[in-house]
């Protein structure tokens, strides 16, 4: 089951991590062996080697994996998660099903501290599937009483090297349009993975209390399209020009993606359900649900996280 035991020898302490070979899960590993942490990481795939890193193959759904997983760990932090599948039903079978496994595994592992990462979408879980699956792990998590400490931590849109899902919008700003879901003055907070990832790495050193936090860059009131737009640089009076698509459209268009991905079983980004979520006009965090984390501020404003995530992009022939 488990790929290299090998590292189980070295020192610190062990984080079991779910959704390690994900966008966020892999900045996530690097940080906490760069805190000089032992990582268990679940697969699905074969991995490569990795100096600090064993590999345990099986999902959510195996419990003898999350068994292996959750063997002798200090922490589990929990990233893995569907953002995208077929219908309601395949985002709570992972989202809260798969959670729920995840958390008896650690209670019986005798793991002391959970970090279990959700999303700002699940504070309005009405809009969407994927938002009412992570609020009820949410609910899985708070409503027991459980052997562990834990902290939910809801980030809003997560950006930087390795994210696919921004390289779309950058790419319409070489055509010189930024589409706005809804409206052009709907407002979202951001945060660059790599400052998501060793706020985890804080959180997971102990001393904090059970909470729900919401996380991001710190800019106050988060920001509209146009401040992403003026964040790319280049000449003022060549920005982008901002689009809105209101929902009558951008739903319609998520409803008959939905109808062919139901035919071709082949799970859609954007559906009716997302599209719901897209146009709610604030996704700001709150300010008193930010965590306070001694020895942790934000690397990345939003100009200096794009430049990174762009530079990436670059480098591996994206753009």
């Not at 019986?108 to 792990?137: C, D, F, M, Q, T």
């Not at 390289?167 to 993975?193: C, D, E, Q, W, Y």
Request: net charge positive; proline share 5%; glycine share 10%.
């Amino acid at each position: 089951m488990v790929q290299k035991p090998a590292a189980e020898t070295a020192p610190g302490k062990l984080v079991a991590l779910t959704g390690a070979t994900g966008f966020l899960g892999g900045h996530v590993m690097d940080c906490f062996l760069a805190a000089g942490w032992r990582v268990r990481a679940l697969t699905r795939r074969q991995q490569q080697e990795r100096e600090g890193v064993s590999w345990v193959n099986g999902d959510l759904s195996d419990k003898i994996a999350l068994k292996s997983l959750m063997q002798g760990a200090d922490v589990l932090v929990h990233v893995a998660g569907l953002t995208k599948a077929l219908n309601r039903d395949q985002f709570f079978d992972v989202n809260l099903t798969g959670t729920k496994l995840a958390l008896d595994a650690a209670a019986k592992g005798n793991v002391g501290h959970v970090i279990n990462v959700s999303s700002l979408a699940a504070r309005e879980p009405r809009l969407s599937h994927y938002g009412a699956s992570k609020a009820a792990a949410e609910l899985a998590l708070s409503a027991r009483k459980w052997p562990f400490t834990w902290i939910t931590v809801r980030p809003p849109a997560i950006y930087g090297p390795g994210d696919k899902e921004i390289l779309k919008l950058l790419k319409a700003t070489k055509l010189g349009v930024l589409p706005a879901p809804g409206s052009r003055h709907n407002r979202f907070s951001m945060i660059h993975a790599r400052d998501l990832a060793q706020a985890l790495v804080h959180m997971a050193d102990g001393g904090h209390d059970t909470a729900t936090y919401e996380i991001d860059d710190t800019k106050p009131s988060g920001y509209q399209l146009k401040d992403v737009a003026e964040a790319l640089g280049g000449n003022k009076d060549r920005l982008p020009r901002i689009l809105p698509i209101p929902f009558w459209l951008l739903g319609t268009i998520g409803a008959l993606n939905g109808l062919l991905a139901q035919i071709i079983r082949r799970p859609a980004m954007l559906t009716l359900s997302t599209a719901r979520y897209l146009c709610h006009p604030d996704w700001t965090v709150r300010s008193g649900r930010r965590p306070k984390l001694v020895g942790w501020v934000p690397q990345f404003d939003l100009k200096a996280g794009l430049k990174d995530t762009m530079d990436w992009y670059r480098k591996n022939g994206l753009l």
